[in-house]
């Protein structure tokens, strides 16, 4: 076996206060034993407030950061973060058709947590029509998932069909998160009181629903850059997706845990 460890490239957004983006990225790649290579696709001008600006990458300079990478080493896993135009999606769907990278997971960043919008809305129907159908998964949240599908999303019931929807759409599989939905437990149940966090995966047609303790924290930056990347690096390491994404939820669960102790601490 090779000692060397797999590479998981990501394609996103720099952040340079690092709360998500390509840092955040490389951070939860090497945690989970991979090594990180790294294309930019913008360089974002912000902090946890807000974000004040951005200069865009173009297909040429993105292609130019990626060619000598790819000359020089196996890719195994691909991570695909903000893409603010259509011309970055058209270029990265290229490179995927034309197998010059392996099938993404595609975490379609269309806002920042702050709420600044993030890619341009060609860049959504680019997406949608040219990169959708050459993923190996794609990890909307809910207000991700209601922009691309148009269907308001309540509960688990529209999770499934937002889920198979994308899939109609043209998506291999689909990870729906519910970070934006907590379920309240059912009054009377044994666990009333406390509150789900539920994620769904439909993995080929495969429905499974991932069920986490809601955790009380205040919000994190950067954990859908946390999640598709930990689900990348646990591909390349050929672990099956159902087991990448339940470890992942673990991970970020883990990570929104510490952030908690950190700002009372
Ligand atoms: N990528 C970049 C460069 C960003 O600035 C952001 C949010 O601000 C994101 C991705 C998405 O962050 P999150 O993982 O919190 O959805």
């Known amino acids: 076996m090779s000692s060397q460890p797999p590479v998981v490239l990501t394609i996103a957004g720099f952040d340079p206060s690092g709360g998500a983006g390509i840092i ?3 951070r939860t790649i090497a945690q989970f034993g991979c090594r990180a290579a790294a294309a930019m696709t913008s360089l974002t001008f912000q902090n946890a407030a ?14 130019a950061q990626i060619i000598p990478v790819i000359a020089e080493q196996n890719i195994v896993a691909v991570k695909i973060g903000m893409l603010p135009t259509a011309e970055l999606v058209s270029e990265v769907a290229r490179l995927v058709r034309e197998n010059h990278l392996p099938a ?20 959504i129907q680019s997406l949608v029509h040219q990169l959708l159908p050459l993923v190996r998964l794609i990890t909307p949240n809910i207000p991700e998932a209601e922009v691309l599908t148009g269907a308001q ?8 069909s937002a889920a198979a929807k994308l899939r109609e759409m043209g998506a291999r599989s689909v990870l729906i998160k519910g970070g934006h939905l907590k379920q309240e437990l059912g009054a009377g149940s044994q666990e009333s009181g406390l509150a789900e966090a539920v994620d769904l995966l439909n993995d080929e047609g495969e429905v499974s629903v991932l069920e986490g303790e809601w955790i009380d924290a205040p919000p994190v930056r950067g954990t859908g850059c946390m999640m598709s990347s930990a689900i990348a690096a646990l591909l390349a390491h050929g672990w099956d997706l159902v087991a ?9 669960a883990t ?8 700002s009372q601490g």
């Not at 993404?104 to 860049?123: Q, R």
């Not at 990448?244 to 970020?252: C, F, I």
């Open 255 to 262: 990570e929104i845990q510490n952030s908690k102790f950190k």
């Open 50 to 63: 807000g974000v004040f600006g951005a200069t865009h990458e173009t297909a040429k300079s993105l292609l």
């Open 153 to 160: 999303i309540s509960g688990e019931r529209e999770m499934r």
């Open 24 to 26: 955040a990225d490389i």
């Open 104 to 123: 993404p997971v595609l975490d379609p960043v269309l806002k920042s947590s702050a709420g600044d919008e993030l890619m341009e809305p060609e860049a």
């Open 244 to 252: 990448a994404v339940t470890a992942a939820k673990e991970y970020v």
